[in-house]
């Protein structure tokens, strides 16, 4: 198994410039979750799914989109990015319900100038 | 909903000595609890967990007990060693995820 993985690895975006944040597992789980890292700080929840069709804002959704047309796919999308998107975009994966161990993929480095 | 908090935010400890990092949470409905290690440019990786029907889990050097009646949770790092630099997060469970703590700083002193 791949486990879970994410594309791109880095990005850069000018002000205003959109794109989507890929994120696939290989685990058929059901739960996957989007998070925010900002530099020396902690993970903030963006939006998270119980499964496929069904999503639900967390602590940090605005400016946010996602969707989950699959089990296995959890795409971000970003619109009109902004300078305080600039992060660290962790998604991770959980089976057997949601209080088991998250997978994280290798996450992706933005940044918005 | 869940609130997490993690001290300290950094502790420094010589090679050798033991590392203790502290969590406590709010909702008394949670009953998972794993901690995270996050190496410098790297994803969280789980470390160890817990769960609410024990008291504590031993993993060789690792440890982390639990007291339910308190709702505080801690990680015990013994013999520390130099690859054990890193953030640590606790987290706790509740319906949908995981709360995180803010993370821990472990500085290994040669």
């Known amino acids: 198994n791949a486990g879970v993985t994410q594309t791109p690895k880095f990005r850069i975006l000018k002000i205003g410039q959109s794109m989507t944040l890929q994120c696939t597992q290989d685990m058929n789980h059901n739960y996957m979750y989007w998070y925010r890292q900002d530099p020396g700080m902690g993970l903030k929840l963006i939006y998270y799914s119980v499964g496929a069709g069904i999503t639900d804002k967390g602590e940090v959704p605005n400016g946010y989109n996602v969707s989950r047309s699959t089990t296995e796919d959890f795409p971000l999308r970003l619109e009109l990015a902004a300078p305080s998107q600039t992060s660290v975009y962790f998604c991770?994966?959980?089976?057997?319900?949601?209080?088991?161990?998250?997978?994280f993929g290798p996450g992706t480095r933005l940044t918005v100038l | 909903g869940e609130n997490v908090e993690q001290h300290p935010s950094t502790l420094s400890v010589q090679e050798g000595d033991s590392a203790v990092i502290k969590c406590t949470y709010s909702?008394?409905?949670?009953?998972?609890f794993p901690w995270y290690k996050q190496e410098l440019g790297k994803r969280p990786q789980l470390i160890i967990d817990?769960?609410?029907?024990?008291g504590e889990k031993k993993d060789q050097r690792i440890a982390v007990t639990l007291n339910k009646t308190a709702k505080h949770f801690s990680l015990h790092i013994t013999e520390t060693q130099p690859e054990d630099s890193a953030v640590y997060f606790c987290a706790a469970s509740y319906a949908d995820g995981l709360t995180f703590g803010k993370g821990t700083h472990l500085i290994i002193q040669p």
């Open positions: 991770a994966s959980v089976g057997g319900g949601s209080y088991n161990e998250q997978f």
């Open positions: 909702d008394s409905a949670s009953n998972y």
């Open positions: 817990i769960r609410s029907n024990v």
